[in-house]
């Protein structure tokens, strides 16, 4: 269901004297180049966050002087123009994207209306790298001051340090305050006698989970009564665990909330990590495995409490399938770039949370120094299983871990190029995945001879299939010489006399490549009857609906 009424909202927009810092009309009758497109989408995405507007709007279809209808064909097919909010996604900051595309058939003509959301508080939004904004009716790139105006959001806005003037100590769960000072021991060893001798208000102060003994809503979250959490309404601290089968059907959950502290073993100690048993294969893998380091769990679920926006007032999910575990909590991904992350290997300078983060690092929750991301990334490789997957579409971070090889020859590979990069491997792991490379990881690959294909459809290379034993999927992925297949076509009009397009294609569709679509296929074997006929090779003694191929002698 539209979340507005279209035809009221156009109207509104054309009747602005002019265009705005957060309102551009573009004619776009026919195409819209679309780098253009995603700086207006930076652009207008920045400057409604700086004018404190929810969204902003970029209307095809009109002209920009009088705000006169002239209609747009604009991607007419309505899925197409659905694939641009992942088109655009793939390009911008945290894969943000349009709230929704909307189009207006008026008598005058078609009118598409792309809602864009304002940049999340304390990050400007990128669109290939660069920042965009608007000069009046230019396009402009964002000014430093404007950048750093966004940035000083992140800091100077921190939900969980906020005081609860209501809270008392009591409002602490005390077994919670145990493990809290156990793990601060653990954590700081050369203070672990002086521990002993605080009281809680002091040992909450120094380990920076109260302010000046007043109760923050961190030390809610971490260590308050599960009766607590009405302290900080409308947000919520829940977790939800939810067991699915492989039909996805529900089969178990369990809620808990707080203390987050306590609550994570109870999540932990859900999840079964049953063993996981490899083919054998020589020495190169163990006989089994849990299907999931403790380390990769307790990571994922208490960055989803260290980065969760407690502002939308919703859970926590871990969501646990029969080789997977999907974890997911609510805002941006603050670092804007998981690939980012794991190649700097360093600490983050923004936090949503930086006061509950710095508490969860002090209780040894946390590594706030920066590597916890990359150490996930690097037990995967360890087992060889896939990279952790992160989407950050759809205003939240949702963390993918497989336990499992998807592919055990893809597997080989790793095993057998222990040279390979972590990045290398990040890369590498798209093409298992069938997930879409950008134009640095598809130069970088076909240099070092890793893939082949074409974009978006690569594969392994003959050099890795060689090496790893996959020589039969490498030829069902590489396509034969085109003289191949038109010789097929001739030798087949020869033995037959004349076939239709339902013998050409039982004839080729399994000798073409395995990474073609059904779509592909059937282009390719048009353009090669066409090829055939241009050459004077072939003629069609049948209709344009049901030709009939013979050979011209």
């Not at 579409?393 to 095993?415: F, N, Q």
């Not at 037959?496 to 074997?525: A, F, T, Y």
Request: proline fraction near 4%; aromatic fraction near 10%.
């Amino acid at each position: 269901m539209k979340s507005i009424n279209e035809e009221s909202t156009l109207r509104q927009l054309l009747s602005l004297p002019n265009e705005n810092e957060v309102v551009e009309f573009k004619e776009a009758k026919n195409t819209y180049d679309f780098t253009k497109l995603g700086k207006y989408f930076s652009a207008l995405s920045n400057e409604a966050n700086l004018q404190g507007k929810p969204f902003a709007w970029l209307v095809f279809g009109v002209e920009d002087k009088h705000h006169h209808i002239v209609g747009s064909h604009f991607r007419p097919i309505r899925k197409d123009l659905d694939s641009l909010k992942s088109e655009i996604g793939n390009k911008t900051t945290n894969r943000i994207t349009f709230i929704e595309i909307y189009e207006v058939h008026l008598p005058e003509g078609r009118v598409v209306m792309f809602q864009i959301p304002a940049a999340p508080k304390g990050f400007p939004i990128a669109f290939e790298g660069h920042y965009y904004g608007r000069d009046g009716e230019d396009l402009v790139p964002l000014n430093l001051e404007e950048i750093e105006r966004i940035r000083a959001q992140a800091t100077t806005e921190d939900w969980s340090a906020a005081i609860i003037p209501d809270a008392i100590i009591d409002d602490l769960d005390k077994d919670a305050i145990l493990v809290a000072r156990n793990n601060f021991k653990n954590k700081f060893s050369e203070k672990a006698s002086e521990v002993d001798n605080w009281d809680d208000t002091t040992f909450l102060n120094k380990s920076k989970i109260l302010n000046k003994g007043r109760i923050t809503r961190a030390a809610i979250i971490l260590l308050g009564k599960e009766e607590s959490e009405h302290l900080i309404s409308p947000a919520e601290a829940k977790i939800r665990w939810l067991l699915k089968d492989a039909s996805g059907n529900d089969k178990d959950y369990m809620i808990v909330g707080c203390p987050f502290l306590l609550a994570v073993d109870k999540i932990y100690n859900r999840i079964r990590n049953l063993k996981y048993r490899y083919l054998k294969d020589g020495t190169l893998f163990p006989d089994e495995v849990n299907q999931y380091e403790p380390f990769i769990i307790r990571e994922a679920l208490n960055n989803c409490i260290a980065h969760q926006d407690y502002t939308k007032n919703g859970r926590i999910n871990v969501i646990e399938l029969d080789d997977q575990l999907i974890f997911t909590n609510l805002g941006s991904f603050i670092p804007g770039s998981v690939e980012r992350v794991v190649k700097e290997n360093a600490p983050e300078e923004h936090y949503r949370n930086r006061f509950l983060a710095t508490a969860m690092f002090n209780l040894k929750m946390v590594d706030t120094a920066g590597g916890g991301i990359r150490k996930m990334f690097n037990f995967q490789r360890e087992r060889f299983f896939p990279m952790p997957d992160y989407n950050l579409s759809d205003g939240k971070v949702k963390v993918t871990i497989t336990g499992k090889v998807l592919d055990v020859e893809y597997a080989r590979v790793l095993a057998k190029n222990r040279d390979l990069t972590l990045e290398e491997i990040m890369m590498l792991d798209k093409v298992q995945k069938k997930q879409r490379l950008n134009n640095f990881e598809e130069k970088h690959l076909k240099a070092k001879r890793l893939i082949e294909g074409r974009k978006p459809n690569y594969f392994i290379s003959l050099k890795v299939a060689q090496q790893t034993g996959q020589k039969a999927t490498y030829t069902k992925n590489k396509a034969f010489d085109k003289a191949y297949y038109l010789d097929l076509i001739i030798k087949s009009l020869t033995e037959h006399g004349h076939i239709n397009r339902s013998d050409v294609d039982e004839l080729l569709w399994n000798k073409l490549p395995d990474w073609m679509s059904e779509q592909q296929k059937k282009h390719k074997v048009n353009n090669l009857l066409s090829e055939l006929r241009h050459k004077g090779a072939i003629k069609n003694i049948g209709t344009d609906n049901k030709p009939n191929w013979i050979l011209i002698k």
